[in-house]
């Protein structure tokens, strides 16, 4: 398998594809290549069994796919963990030094790394980390997209993709931050971070690949 081939069974299963399709639009913005590649490749993988492919609905890992996927996930997430706790490694640097690793990391080294970091259950990014099975536990928080006006909750995971960590980074939005919203439109979002006490103004773009957890609603906040 080549890292090409790779990267795209490793931002299926980012996107939820594990549990649910993904649309072509959605591995087109976040692997940064035009619709006639991802086409081109969902082809073929369909023909390797690693997806499946239901026209209008979209992408989805199958049985083969989703444990190749959850190989290269877990290289890169015990890479990132290391980079950060032993070389001291900035949170928006992690992504694309664990992304040149990750390709060529056996599953040898791949445990050594977890016995070294003493088994750690999530990456930097929030993401969980899988077992040397395959293994592990779904996660089940929201977009922060789909949180309205009177809303609040904790900042629990983001896609590992480079152009959005960058972005997070520069509007200082981290994993544990609270935050409420004060303004919702279809392409911006406003939100009050409890940490920083500041008012950030994020895409709905972006926002789509942030994660939060225990949402409370309007009517529930004093």
Request: net charge negative; hydrophobic share 40%.
């Amino acid at each position: 398998m080549t890292p090409n081939e790779e990267d795209y069974l490793k931002i299926i299963m980012e996107l939820g594809g594990d549990d649910h399709t993904v649309s072509n639009k959605e591995i087109v913005t976040h692997l940064n290549v035009s619709a006639a590649s991802v086409s081109e490749m969902v082809t073929k993988m369909v023909k390797q069994r690693y997806v499946t492919h239901t026209p209008y609905q979209g992408i989805q890992l199958t049985k083969t796919g989703n444990k190749i996927a959850a190989r290269l996930v877990r290289n890169h997430r015990l890479w990132e963990v290391f980079l950060m706790k032993q070389l001291l490694y900035p949170y928006d640097a992690l992504h694309k030094e664990a992304e040149a690793l990750e390709h060529a990391t056996t599953d040898d080294l791949a445990n050594r790394l977890d016995y070294l970091l003493q088994r750690p259950q999530t990456c930097p990014h929030g993401g969980v980390i899988p077992d040397a099975n395959g293994h592990y536990k779904k996660q089940h928080f929201a977009q922060m997209s789909t949180m309205v006006v009177g809303d609040k909750a904790v900042v629990a995971r983001v896609i590992d993709e480079a152009a959005l960590l960058d972005y997070l980074s520069a509007l200082d939005l981290k994993l544990g931050d609270f935050v409420y919203v004060l303004q919702a439109t279809p392409t911006l979002m406003t939100v009050r971070n409890s940490r920083t006490k500041k008012v950030l103004t994020v895409q709905t773009a972006n926002a789509e690949n942030v994660f939060v957890d225990k949402i409370e609603h309007a009517a529930t906040i004093d």
